[in-house]
């Protein structure tokens, strides 16, 4: 069975203040997928990473996929109120893992004004 | 706004009940997948529909069931309900092997 253990479970930051999630397995994943989920709606893709290494950069928030590709991280800069919510990394596994994604438990983020 | 649709989006059953939760699917998209988030979790993966077959299971026993139609619409269906299934039951959409999944916004269930 294929775990991911995200961190931390909560936080709860100033604006502009930076901030990172991390997304860590000891298995291997094809690709990692970073959701943000806000109350009452289901989870909305952010990014996917699928190479072991690559960075990827959406405004204020970067993505990094571990070498291994067992891990992954979600670095936001200057963090805004906007910004809060629910944020989920979740891994496929590959071959005939499309759409069967494991999520890790979420990050409950909230930026103070 | 992501194109799948989820009915009822909140609903009560009591114990040892019957739930049928469904998705509708945007067009196109040949791939369903069903999820169960617990308050504070992340999203468990259930089952998954590929043309209408059962196409991969999560760990969820045999009274979680589904169906997919021709049209791609799914349904959800959970028998002998028992308190631990309250959660959130995320449908996700996508073409099939390939692209992004899209999320509806979820059918809250709440078992008394």
């Known amino acids: 069975t294929q775990l991911l253990e995200q961190s931390p479970q909560f936080l709860s930051i100033q604006e502009g203040e930076n901030l990172t999630v991390y997304c860590n397995s000891s298995s291997v994943f094809s690709s990692l997928q970073w959701y943000r989920q806000e109350p009452g709606e289901g989870p909305v893709l952010l990014v996917t990473v699928v190479t072991g290494g690559e960075v990827k950069k959406l405004k204020r928030l970067t993505f990094q996929f571990g070498d291994a590709r067992k891990d992954s991280s979600l670095h936001i800069t200057a963090a805004q109120p906007g910004d809060t919510g629910l944020y989920l990394c979740a891994g496929e596994a590959g071959g005939t893992s499309y759409g069967k994604l494991t999520f890790g438990q979420g990050t409950i983020l909230t930026v103070h004004p | 706004e992501t194109g799948v649709t989820q009915s009822p989006t909140h609903l009560i059953k009591t114990r040892g009940q019957q739930v049928t939760l469904r998705c509708s699917s945007q067009s196109g998209h040949n791939t369903v997948s069903w999820y169960q988030q617990a308050l504070g979790q992340g999203p468990q993966f259930i089952f998954q529909?590929?043309?209408?077959?059962?196409?991969g299971r999560g760990n969820f026993p045999p009274r979680f069931s589904g169906l997919q139609f021709p049209n791609y619409s799914s349904e959800l269906n959970v028998n002998a309900l028992e308190l631990d299934d309250s959660a959130l039951y995320l449908c996700?959409?996508?073409?099939?092997?390939?692209?992004?999944?899209?999320f509806g916004e979820g059918s809250r269930l709440t078992v008394l």
């Open positions: 529909y590929y043309r209408e077959e059962e196409n």
């Open positions: 996700a959409s996508g073409a099939g092997y390939t692209g992004e999944l899209f």
